[in-house]
């Protein structure tokens, strides 16, 4: 990661005024959007739309070629163009050509793409934004910072600042004051501007349509004052029919604002009328810049499915920290990782794409369903393959990929930390690791490993068994929580087997793009793993569950390894996390916790993987309340801990706050006590209360339940 970039993460988490907008926000967002959803079928809605868009990037010619006939038919100019040089070279042109010495334009991240405005500027003709936030940010000579809201990061009082200077004039920062003064600026513009530039939301091939949705009106004017307009549109934004429309109207307002329907819709269907009674000169640019690439690519196709609404950015934790702007000049957050490393460059990339935590939260919201964290994953693991692993991660993974030296390493630290430990925790460490426990304790390494604990637990004989895989945590820092699930299956009348050879899941590796490492974890695992007859094999750890269950088919797959495929698929079918198996043995009446307890107050943390990729979420709830907790729901329980694996080491300065977040919640149920089923959260929650000096205890569900096992 680079100097400059971590200046830039550092100075973004630490301006108030920035965090705390996004901080408000992102808040209010997720409670305005649920409400925008109510009544209507999500997953529907969004499967229609991915269904629709994923076929028109199957078929970019064919419906560039319908758009540009339709739209020729009905009087419009249609130039298409991979190359965004050209686009510009074309504005231009058109303009000279019609002596337009001004143009105003609407928002269109399309012209943030291709720098358009400076280079119209430098010709001499003068741009006029009319957006009320993206005139915010030209008068700022800034960037936006959001896709959907690009002034988002700034105050009013800045806001006013920057009104004052263009109106020379003192004003305070009274909010319809400053519409007023926007109004009163931007309404003669409309009407001097020779030549209106906009985006499209979306273009129909069968009619030669675009579609604006807006709220502020001045995408009508814009496109409806001036003689000349030129709509640029990306060809990501084609559709088949005009009906095609009603899901993306029903899904890009709701998603991108929590509104039901934007201010305003308009469709243009070929030129219209002037004031003069002579026709508008209407241009239509439909721009590759590599979406055709993108689509040919199997795995990168599903990212054309975007509608640009936004809301992938509104629910990331770390967007709601750093804001756009570190990631660069265009597109932001998760997808605009991904669009940055195709549109510009994948080296463009190689800083942004580690700010994702991988938590998920983005794909759950998408209603293109793209897999936005899986995608990441993939330019990950691209730069890995094109630049090599730094020498320090390839030297740990070749230690990783070697069980026996890595597990006799872990012992080793379990001697080499006694001097850094108190009690259960490291607190302080020396130089330069001293940032690792900043507002976090971590867990002591412990002096006996759980592989060593379990061949001296006594277990019945049973006829059904289950292989558990303990990774790495839990053997080598809270074996205690394997205990308590061993005893749990006992009790239920499973046998546990550990196989020895079982190593690290590959998760570390495969989150840092390394996916040759990963897969030589993942071969390894599924030999230790699949050596003994069993019924499950049960994790209590959600990102190993999720490695065994889903990531090693998808690693073995992407590095085109067929050999390990049907076995990787043979683990995955028999893979079980705890809290769903110890459920479906309750309800089998294979094990009975003991009834009519009063626990008291328990709140619950939803691991990031449990939830969402494995979306287990209510098995917990359900076993604390049948041991006799009181739940109370902390506000935003799925919101992610800021752990992240190896995240929480190598960006503490983001991890950090967002775990602050966490312990608030936490804190405001009132609840003496949170439970999790992932040891991750645990050592990240845990430690953090450890610093906080909160009496909060953490503690793994399978703990609590092993204490509460009828007689
Ligand atoms: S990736 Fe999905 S959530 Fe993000 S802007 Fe695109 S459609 Fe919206
Ligand atoms: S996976 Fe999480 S951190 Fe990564 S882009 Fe999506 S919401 Fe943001």
Same mark, same amino acid.
């Given at each position: ?122 010709? +001499?003709? $003068?741009?006029?934004? @009319?957006? *009320?936030?993206?005139?915010? &940010?030209? %008068?700022? =000579? ?74 502020? +009106?001045? $995408?009508?004017?814009? @496109?409806? *004052?001036?003689?000349?307009? &030129?709509? %640029?549109? =990306? ?477």
């Amino acid at each position: 990661m680079g100097t400059e970039f971590r200046e830039s993460v550092h100075r973004a988490v630490n301006n108030a005024n920035l965090t705390g907008a996004l901080g408000k926000f992102s808040e209010a967002y997720k409670v305005n959007r649920a409400k925008a959803y109510e009544g209507i079928d999500f997953e529907e809605l969004r499967g229609r739309i991915a269904e629709l868009k994923s076929y028109a990037a199957s078929h970019l010619d064919l419906l560039s070629d319908l758009f540009e006939q339709n739209a020729t038919a009905r009087g419009a100019t249609v130039f298409r163009t991979n190359d965004p040089a050209k686009v510009r070279e074309y504005i231009l042109k058109v303009a000279q050509a019609n002596g337009v010495k001004t143009v105003v334009k609407s928002k269109s991240m399309a012209t943030e793409e291709i720098h358009l405005n400076p280079y119209l500027e430098k010709a +001499g003709i $003068a741009v006029g934004e @009319t957006d *009320l936030g993206e005139w915010i &940010i030209q %008068l700022a =000579g800034q960037t936006p910072s959001h896709m959907v809201m690009p002034a988002i990061h700034m105050t009013k009082e800045q806001v006013s600042d920057l009104f004052s200077k263009e109106v020379n004039e003192r004003l305070t920062s009274d909010i319809p004051r400053l519409v007023k003064v926007a109004r009163d600026k931007l309404r003669p513009r409309f009407l001097e501007a020779d030549m209106g530039i906009s985006g499209g939301n979306i273009a129909v091939a069968e009619t030669g349509s675009i579609v604006l949705m807006t709220n502020e +009106g001045n $995408a009508r004017l814009v @496109t409806s *004052l001036p003689r000349i307009h &030129i709509a %640029l549109v =990306g060809i990501e934004k084609l559709i088949t029919n005009y009906a095609d429309i009603a899901p993306i109207l029903k899904a890009l307002p709701r998603s991108a604002t929590a509104q039901l329907l934007t201010s305003y819709v308009s469709i243009i269907t070929g030129p219209t009328p002037n004031t003069d009674g002579s026709m508008k000169d209407l241009h239509i640019i439909l721009m590759d810049n590599r979406r055709s690439e993108m689509a040919a690519d199997p795995k990168f196709k599903q990212a054309l499915q975007c509608i640009r609404c936004a809301s992938c950015l509104n629910v990331c934790p770390v967007f709601r920290l750093v804001g756009g702007h570190v990631f660069g000049k265009v597109y932001t957050g998760g997808i605009g990782t991904i669009l940055t490393a195709w549109f510009d460059e994948l080296k463009k990339s190689e800083d942004i794409q580690g700010l994702c935590i991988q938590c998920g939260a983005c794909k759950d919201v998408c209603p293109g369903r793209i897999d936005i964290p899986e995608l990441i994953m993939e330019i990950r693991r691209r730069l890995v393959q094109e630049q090599g692993l730094p020498f320090l991660q390839k030297a740990i993974y070749s230690v990783v990929n070697n069980r026996r030296l890595f597990h006799g390493m872990l012992r080793a630290a379990s001697i080499a930390g006694k001097p850094f430990t108190s009690g259960k925790f490291v607190r302080h460490l020396p130089m330069f690791l001293a940032d690792l426990t900043d507002g976090r304790s971590l867990p002591a390494i412990a002096s006996e490993p759980f592989r060593d604990r379990f061949k001296r637990i006594k277990q019945p004989e049973c006829t059904e068994k289950a292989a558990f895989y303990a990774g790495c945590l839990i053997d080598f820092a809270y074996p205690e929580m394997g205990e308590a699930l061993v005893r749990i299956l006992n009790r239920a009348g499973i046998q546990v087997i550990f196989p020895e050879e079982q190593t690290c899941c590959g998760a570390p590796a495969r989150y840092n793009g390394a996916y040759e490492v990963a897969a030589g974890n993942a071969v390894d695992n599924i030999k230790a793993l699949l050596a003994e007859e069993v019924t499950h094999v049960v994790s209590a750890c959600p990102t190993c569950t999720v490695a065994l269950d889903h990531e090693f088919i998808g690693t073995f797959e992407s590095l085109g390894q067929t050999e390990w495929i049907p076995k990787a698929r043979e683990l995955a079918a028999k893979t079980i996390d705890f809290s769903t198996l110890a459920k479906k043995l309750v309800d089998e009446g294979r094990l009975t916790l003991k009834e009519g307890r009063q626990l008291g107050r328990i709140t619950y943390h939803d691991s990031c993987h449990l939830k969402r990729t494995l979306k287990v979420s209510e098995q917990p709830r359900e076993l604390l309340l049948k041991a006799g907790y009181e739940l109370a729901e902390m506000f935003e329980c799925d919101m992610c801990c800021g752990m992240g694996g190896s995240y929480s080491l190598k960006l503490p300065e983001i991890s950090g706050p967002i775990l602050q977040r966490k312990l608030k919640n936490i804190k405001e149920t009132g609840a003496p006590l949170v439970a999790m089923d992932c040891p991750g959260c645990v050592m990240q929650i845990r430690g953090g209360f450890d610093q906080d000096g909160a009496a909060v205890t953490v503690r793994h569900t399978a703990e609590l339940l092993a204490e509460q096992l009828e007689d």
